[in-house]
């Protein structure tokens, strides 16, 4: 299978992740499904009574619901970033995934806060020590109580050290869902002064430009109250405290498990990722003509538009 096919087949599988394509019926958990081709080629994922209508089975799957929410399609997606950001995204055609322990909030992939630590560790003990006794073959385990108490102990470490792991091994790349160009996330997210650009496109786009989709999931970040709550052992990347909840963030997330460097660029298809681009409603007259020039400078046909904060008003 080439590049491209394995590509749109990931894209697919990913905006038709919980329904049958064909009659609608929702995936229960550890359902088998069907991903393949029908009649006229077109990708389909099915359940089983609707099976017959896949002519060419590429692959079976069983469902697992995922960690976080996917926007709608047509979700309307911001970048704000200076104008050497944009400069880069031009020139290297590819988005720039930043390392989960690069980031400012120190609770990128965390579980809870400390304080709470404890709870988190005796609930986490307690399943381990009640999975260790009643293993899933349905018997019961020969260890002594002692020996389930340090199999626990040991598994629980691990599972410490894994929440480590994963913050040197994933890579976030952040978006801002909104409606409408945001005052705040100029200010936030940009120089706010003479040089920023935001970019402006959608969920369907971002999702069908990167051009590794495979194993780059996209979706929408839930806030805690992490004084109450905790993130989860599989959605603590897909989590952040309230505190954060005016970013409104749409992350694409990407695992890799070799890779220790801070960051990694992902090829990008620059014309369907990009729907047009702003500029900074604090920019001189001439910065426009720079982001038209650059954009002539790397062949791409994109609508540069004035910050809609610049119109002006009557009483
Ligand atoms: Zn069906």
Known sequence: MDKNTENLISVFIDENYDACTEC????????????GYGENGDL??????????????????????????????????????????????LSTSSIYF??????????EGAQGIKSNREQWDRHHLD??????????????????????????????????????FG?????I??????????????????????????????YKRLSSSLEERKNIQIGMVEYLDFRKQFSGINSAFWRKRKSF??????????????????GISIPCNLPTLIEAVYISPKAPEWFKRVVDDVNIKYGLNITVSESELNEEPFY
Not at 245 to 260: D, G, I, L, P, S
């Open 24 to 35: 609608g019926h929702s995936y229960r958990d550890d359902e088998e499904h069907f991903i």
């Open 44 to 89: 389909k994922s099915s359940c089983n009574a609707c099976s017959s209508n896949i002519k060419v089975v590429l692959l079976k799957r069983e469902f697992y619901r995922r960690p976080y929410k996917v926007p709608r399609h047509d979700a309307v997606l911001w970048r704000y970033m200076d104008f050497s950001k944009y400069v880069s995204l």
């Open 98 to 107: 930043a390392r989960s322990d690069t980031f400012e909030d120190h609770f």
């Open 127 to 164: 399943y381990l020590e009640r999975a260790i006794t009643y293993p899933p073959d349905g018997g019961k385990t020969a260890l002594t109580s002692e020996e389930i108490k340090s199999e626990a102990q040991r598994l629980l470490k691990q599972l410490h050290s894994s929440g480590k």
């Open 167 to 171: 913050r040197e091994r994933t890579y």
């Open 173 to 202: 790349n952040c978006w801002h869902e909104n409606e409408h160009e945001s005052e705040a996330m100029w200010r936030l997210y940009s120089s706010y002064i003479n040089n920023a650009v935001a970019i402006k496109t959608t």
């Open 245 to 262: 909840q005016h970013e409104r963030e749409v992350r694409a997330v990407y695992f890799e498990f070799e890779n220790k460097n801070l």
